[in-house]
């Protein structure tokens, strides 16, 4: 594949019709899905073995490549579950981290290098354990020997990962929906809409829940991010909001799944910037900055974490909360996900 074709593919992946360049990929997508059915097909059938861990898993994952908002979902679940009393866990792969097949248990002060950003920011947001590892069912076996307190297990991604058995799937989307509608390589799908058929729940993030297209209907809840002002890359009690922030020089960064929706969430308040997308879980050097020349520089909290030890100019961070909205008919998400862990079928 064309170095070009590569670095755009993202882009061509997530238009509402299939790009005329992609045609030629399509012979690989319906290989990819007849490969994708087989595998599945092989772990219901036992073939290829799964296992159950002694505490209940709940994945929060993708039906897409690149991000489209689980760290924010996964921190929301793992507050509203201490609210309810359960003592959770959470297990991640550590993309982009250098841990290779080893399993970590991740700490506020671990490096994102090695055990990757989001892992690093759940860690240090959410309060409760956090182990990576390629093999979740290591992961998950790991956290609860050295946790065994926790009675409920958040898997960050995994959808895919049939290894381990999961009482609950909450499935995130953005506002790129399922793109072209084509599974890898001529789509960003790793698995047909129909999959959505098993899981729990969707949850769309940034928009009015809906349902995907020639996909089944199964609970939709909307999720927002809501920030509340910025604090500085290495203070966190240092505050600032966004009238503090006009009238400067403003160069934002995200190397986040969809950077548009961070320099979105900044032009609703209000603020002029020079937008810096890059790559999602990229590893930041000195040099990315050149273009700061003494600007503010403004990023996400997955940015942070990887900046933190650079020598930067002024540098704010947006952190962000979730909000799940009920669903139509008056349900919360928390209500469906405290029946599964009760034992109880929803009404």
């Given at each position: 594949?064309?170095?070009?074709?590569?670095?755009?593919?993202?882009?061509?992946?997530?238009?509402?019709?299939?790009?005329?360049?992609?045609?030629?990929?399509?012979?690989?997508?319906?290989?990819?899905?007849?490969?994708?059915?087989?595998?599945?097909?092989?772990?219901?059938?036992?073939?290829?073995?799964?296992?159950?861990?002694?505490?209940?898993?709940?994945?929060?994952?993708?039906?897409?490549?690149?991000?489209?908002?689980?760290?924010?979902?996964?921190?929301?679940?793992?507050?509203?579950?201490?609210?309810?009393?359960?003592?959770?866990?959470?297990?991640?792969?550590?993309?982009?981290?250098?841990?290779?097949?080893?399993?970590?248990?991740?700490?506020?002060?671990?490096?994102?290098?090695?055990?990757?950003?989001?892992?690093?920011?759940?860690?240090?947001?959410?309060?409760?354990?956090?182990?990576?590892?390629?093999?979740?069912?290591?992961?998950?076996?790991?956290l609860l020997q050295?946790?065994?307190?926790?009675?409920?297990?958040?898997?960050?991604?995994?959808?895919?990962?049939?290894?381990?058995?999961?009482?609950?799937?909450?499935?995130?989307?953005?506002?790129?929906?399922?793109?072209?509608?084509?599974?890898?390589?001529?789509?960003?799908?790793?698995?047909?809409?129909?999959?959505?058929?098993?899981?729990?729940?969707?949850?769309?993030?940034?928009?009015?829940?809906?349902?995907?297209?020639?996909?089944?209907?199964?609970?939709?809840?909307?999720?927002?991010?809501?920030?509340?002002?910025?604090?500085?890359?290495?203070?966190?009690?240092?505050?600032?909001?966004?009238?503090?922030?006009?009238?400067?020089?403003?160069?934002?960064i995200a190397g986040?799944?969809?950077?548009?929706?961070?320099?979105?969430?900044?032009?609703?308040?209000?603020?002029?910037?020079?937008?810096?997308?890059?790559?999602?879980?990229?590893?930041?050097?000195?040099?990315?900055?050149?273009?700061?020349?003494?600007?503010?520089?403004?990023?996400?909290?997955?940015?942070?974490?990887?900046?933190?030890?650079?020598?930067?100019?002024?540098?704010?961070?947006?952190?962000?909360?979730?909000?799940?909205?009920?669903?139509?008919?008056?349900?919360?998400?928390?209500?469906?996900?405290?029946?599964?862990?009760?034992?109880?079928?929803?009404?």
């Amino acid at each position: 594949m064309a170095g070009g074709l590569r670095a755009s593919l993202p882009r061509l992946w997530y238009r509402r019709r299939l790009a005329p360049v992609l045609w030629p990929l399509l012979p690989l997508s319906w290989l990819f899905r007849l490969l994708v059915a087989l595998r599945r097909r092989l772990y219901r059938c036992g073939w290829l073995p799964s296992f159950r861990l002694p505490a209940a898993v709940i994945v929060v994952g993708n039906l897409t490549v690149g991000g489209s908002g689980k760290t924010p979902l996964v921190l929301w679940l793992a507050a509203r579950l201490q609210e309810s009393g359960w003592r959770p866990g959470i297990i991640s792969r550590g993309y982009g981290g250098k841990a290779g097949d080893d399993v970590l248990e991740v700490t506020s002060d671990s490096s994102a290098e090695l055990v990757g950003d989001e892992p690093l920011l759940l860690a240090r947001r959410s309060g409760v354990p956090v182990v990576v590892g390629r093999n979740r069912v290591a992961a998950g076996k790991a956290l609860l020997q050295v946790h065994p307190e926790c009675d409920v297990l958040i898997s960050d991604d995994g959808l895919q990962h049939y290894r381990l058995k999961r009482l609950a799937e909450l499935v995130v989307f953005d506002g790129r929906r399922v793109g072209n509608g084509q599974l890898l390589p001529a789509g960003p799908l790793r698995e047909p809409v129909s999959r959505l058929a098993a899981v729990t729940a969707l949850v769309w993030n940034g928009g009015v829940a809906a349902e995907v297209e020639a996909g089944p209907v199964v609970p939709g809840f909307s999720m927002h991010l809501v920030a509340d002002g910025f604090h500085a890359l290495n203070d966190r009690a240092r505050k600032c909001s966004a009238d503090d922030l006009r009238g400067k020089t403003l160069h934002a960064i995200a190397g986040i799944g969809d950077p548009a929706r961070f320099f979105a969430q900044l032009t609703a308040q209000g603020l002029e910037f020079e937008a810096h997308p890059f790559p999602d879980h990229h590893a930041y050097r000195q040099e990315d900055f050149a273009f700061a020349n003494g600007a503010v520089l403004l990023m996400t909290e997955k940015d942070a974490v990887k900046c933190a030890g650079l020598a930067l100019p002024e540098a704010w961070v947006l952190p962000v909360e979730a909000r799940v909205d009920e669903a139509p008919d008056g349900r919360a998400l928390m209500d469906l996900i405290l029946e599964k862990l009760n034992g109880c079928a929803p009404a």
